[in-house]
């Protein structure tokens, strides 16, 4: 059978003992060698081999004393942008802090630890400085245990090869766990290697918006950083959302994405019909779609437009004079007598005249596809048409009303707008760094709509760097995914990577994404997507469990010991036994409820196709004091 070679640690350090032994062993015979009391060809190898010995047992103690000491953690490190770059040199590797390879070997240590209290394996400060390994240990009012990372005294900065990222990354973690600090040190990483970044943020971090804007200032030319924050309009860009298209279908589709699920997807089908209907009009009149305009026609009627189209078909149809044939001059003037029926008061009399002679008079080898189902629309009930897009109209109401309405419906010929009009075909050809705060806290309901049609723009673009050929890398950074997760992003994880796109999720809790997406199972299915997977401190049980199944198991051995006695009648009739049995079983790599004593920045993480790492991130500060702008490794 296949043993693991290990020694238990957590103990005394009786090897220094030992070494004191030989010491004065060695001592002994270097004196009766020097009196004379023994001869010197047989005293100076016997005190050479004292000395040899003495030195590999206090070796042995100090590696004890070192692995003892590092149980008191490691402090939390602040290092510059300056101090970044130096373990970033490499664009084609992935810095990912400061720690080690977790192997099944730190497993057994945890596992026994959890049996014993660790501050009794502690050791003296001074013994502490004394060793110099650890200069900076946890300090006792910071949250989580320190002996976690403790388990291994040495430690190195993490690197990862970029393209192990292909796949996707999650960041799971509690509030105030590090997910942002985590994400400040992979953003500032994508600026410095030249990626187009977009950021999308639904709780506006202040901090993690200056760290993106300092990486663009130190990496990049000085208009690579542009913002869209919903509440301060006047300080960011425009996005238009519906300007990148193939089919005019893709905006439909856009449009659904953002609209509220419904059990039997009669209302979802038909409000992507009812955008649909409209998309297509404006482009048959060569009009640039944008939600303004959808809203406009979706909540006032098709009327405008189909009067529009009519028009241009009969031009093309009919000729020049087509008002002037007998048939259609016949029905214009019933159609102002009020002979015929207006659907809606929107209708003019001119278009109830144009609609009834297409629907008499044009062959139907001769009619439009998009007409015939403009005219649909405008034959429908109007009270049942309200009704069916109930759901669609507060959508588009919330993301067109006001300054929201200006930012992303932009219009070109506004001269009194000076914002720049961007949308990601743009900010992908010029390089930019897209930070997008979506003001949540204020307004989720916004807030889910803009992160969900900004997704879903995404990942039409992903579709259009794929059919056409990947252009600049993409890293796409979404925090609390649970808020703006949608199919197209699911898309996006799914087959992005093919489109040049990597991308990073953050989240709380399984629970979240759940809720969101209905179920966990299609939490599970949307995470199964991410190659990558990086835990920081979390208290909820089926994200742990999640976690450690992605971690896997490992075999510990369990130290068993027996000791029985006994005596009977009989005067001096004593018998005892002792016994130890060494036993073998599967447990996980890393147990459940450690990842919720992490303490704050420190994590597990399963990269590379589930190598197991134990790191930390070092916080990074944007503007350092001057003093303490340089940093150096631990």
Known sequence: MLMRRYEMPWRRAYELYAGAVWALAMMFFAAVGAAGWLPIPLAAPLALLCLVMGLLRVAQAMNILVLRASLGGRSIQVISTTALARWCKNPADV?????????????????????????????????????????????????????????????????????????????????????????????????????????????????????????????????????????????????????????????????????????????????????????????????????VKLTKYIEGGIEPVLEASLRRFYDTKLGAGWRETPDMKKMLHDAHRG??????????????????????????????????????????????????TANLLPVLSMLTSGDLGRSLSPDPFDAADTRPIMNFEKIERAGHVLYMCLDSLPDPSVATAIGALALADQAARAGMRYNLGVFRRISLFVDEVSNVINLPLIEILNKGAEGGIFTTCAMQTLADLAKRLGSEDAARMALGNLNNLIALRTKDRPTQDFVVETFGKTAIHTMRVGLSSGADAHLGDFSSSYSTQLTESFEEMVPAEVLGKLPNLQYFASVSGGRIIKGRFPILDPDPPAANASSTAP
């Open 95 to 291: 810095f990912l802090g400061f720690g080690f390879e977790w192997r099944p070997v730190h497993s057994q240590r945890l596992y026994e630890l959890a049996k014993v209290d660790y501050r009794e394996f502690a050791v003296s400060p001074r013994l502490l400085g004394w060793l110099g390994h650890v200069r900076h240990p946890q300090p006792d009012a910071e949250i989580g245990l320190p002996y976690i990372h403790g388990v291994e005294p040495r430690e190195v900065p993490l690197h990862r090869p970029l393209q192990n990222f292909e796949g996707g990354t999650l960041l799971v973690g509690t509030t105030q766990s590090g997910k942002g600090v985590a994400l400040a040190t992979l953003i500032t990483q994508a600026v410095k290697r030249g990626d187009v970044v977009i950021v999308v943020d639904p709780k506006n971090s202040r901090r993690l918006r200056r760290v993106v804007e300092r990486a663009c200032e130190d990496y990049r030319e000085p208009d690579t950083f542009i913002e869209f924050h919903p509440a301060f309009p006047e300080k960011g860009v425009r996005l238009d959302f519906t300007f990148n298209w193939q089919k005019p279908t893709e905006i439909a589709s856009r449009i659904q994405s953002i609209m509220p699920p419904d059990t039997a997807g009669a209302f979802s089908a038909f409000g992507w019909d009812a955008v649909n209907v409209v998309v297509q009009g404006l482009v048959e009149l060569e009009e640039r779609p944008n939600l």
């Open 339 to 388: 002979s015929m029926k207006r659907p809606s008061e929107a209708a003019s009399a001119d278009l109830v005249a144009f609609v009834a002679y297409y629907e008499h008079h044009v062959a139907q080898s001769q009619r439009s596809k998009v007409l015939d189902a403009q005219v649909r629309t405008f034959r429908h009930n109007r009270e049942h048409y309200q009704k069916i």
